[in-house]
């Protein structure tokens, strides 16, 4: 069992810079995966970004790509979504999430919300035009 919690949500305007953290505990392995997604009202929950622990290999959504960084601390057990230039339509609840590594599987596997087994609480991101 893995427990996560994030924080750093709040209120920004457009333009502005936030940075978001995700403090792992339990059960974490070095082969999980962590993810960042987003969901706003009415909408399906949206993939944003994830990393591997041990070799930090990081993907972006295209809607994030060159705005969004994540990464990762192993001492700490804390993955981090540094968000600039950020826009009104980023406005979401935004969710860290453990996936198990599966193995071989295709490029876009760690997309899916249904790849993740632990999810957090969210964290709530509001851009104001």
């Known amino acids: 069992q893995v427990q996560l919690v994030e924080s750093g949500g709040g209120l920004v305007q457009a333009g502005d810079s936030l940075r978001l953290s995700c403090a792992a505990s339990g059960r974490t392995l070095s082969t999980d995966v962590m993810g960042w997604f987003r969901q706003a009202p009415g909408k399906e929950r949206q993939f944003v970004s994830r990393?591997?622990?041990?070799?930090?290999?990081?993907d972006y959504a295209d809607s994030v790509l060159d705005r969004f960084t994540i990464s990762r601390d192993s001492a700490k057990n804390t993955v981090s979504l540094q968000m600039n230039s950020l826009k009104p339509e980023d406005t979401a609840v935004y969710y860290c999430a453990t996936a198990r590594y599966a193995g071989y599987r295709t490029p876009n596997y760690y997309t899916a919300p249904n790849a993740y087994q632990y999810w957090g609480q969210g964290t709530q991101v509001t851009v104001s035009s």
């Open positions: 990393i591997t622990w041990s070799g930090g290999a990081t």
